[in-house]
């Protein structure tokens, strides 16, 4: 069974600070990863999306794929009380099986 | 590009009765998904749809079915409504399956 385990929260980072968000991942296989943002009563959005190992940097947001440790974090620095939300992450291995999602992180940046 | 709408937005029914949900991706996107999601719960996954057809679908009962047509809408469907049932069903569209997906605003459905 494929799943994806994040720490369900809350993370309460300080306004201004850098919060860090991390997901594991069980199958080997996983090619592609995702971060999205969900505010309570919304649907999800897309921050940004990771396919190689290493950092991907846009704007205050920093996707790290580390496939060996099977984990994808996200920075976001200079944390805004808007950035309060649940993030979850998700992978995907082929194009044959859906994308499998983390029951998300909730973060609040306290002002 | 407009996004991945869905309707209707919300919806009350009453235990027992049927409804149906719509999706339409965004424009050239060819697979669908379909999540529950419920106060606690992560995104529970129902069914995928590309090209029309039913390409994985996830644990749930029969009661729920979906389908696809020719321009990629898709619609779901649920049949003898369960209290249980309440929650923001949400439609993802993807160009391709494993590909990025986007969501819609999602239908939020009240069983009562």
């Known amino acids: 069974q494929k799943e994806v385990e994040q720490n369900s929260g809350p993370l309460s980072v300080p306004e201004g600070a850098i919060a860090s968000l991390n997901c594991t991942y069980s199958?080997?296989?996983?090619?592609?990863f995702f971060w999205y943002r969900q505010y309570s009563g919304k649907s999800p959005e897309l921050i940004m999306f990771?396919?190689?190992?290493g950092d991907k940097e846009d704007g205050r947001f920093t996707a790290q794929l580390n496939k060996a440790s099977q984990y994808v974090s996200l920075l976001i620095r200079d944390s805004q009380p808007s950035d309060s939300a649940t993030y979850l992450c998700a992978f995907g291995n082929s194009g044959n099986t859906p994308l499998v999602f983390g029951k998300g992180t909730r973060l609040s940046v306290i002002a | 590009k407009a996004g991945v709408t869905q309707t209707p937005r919300y919806l009350i029914k009453t235990r027992g009765q049927q409804v149906t949900l719509s999706c339409s991706p965004i424009?050239?996107?060819?697979?669908v998904s379909w999540y529950q999601q419920t106060p606690g719960q992560g995104l529970q996954f129902l069914f995928e749809y590309f090209s029309e057809t039913q390409r994985n679908k996830g644990n749930f009962p029969g009661r729920f079915s979906g389908r696809q047509f020719s321009n990629s809408r898709s619609e779901m469907n649920v049949s003898t409504l369960e209290l249980g049932d309440s929650a923001l069903y949400l439609c993802a569209s993807s160009a391709r399956q494993g590909d990025t997906q986007y969501f819609g605003p999602g239908t939020r459905l009240t069983v009562l």
């Open positions: 424009s050239g996107h060819r697979s």
């Open positions: 990771i396919y190689s190992n």
């Open positions: 199958d080997r296989g996983s090619q592609s």
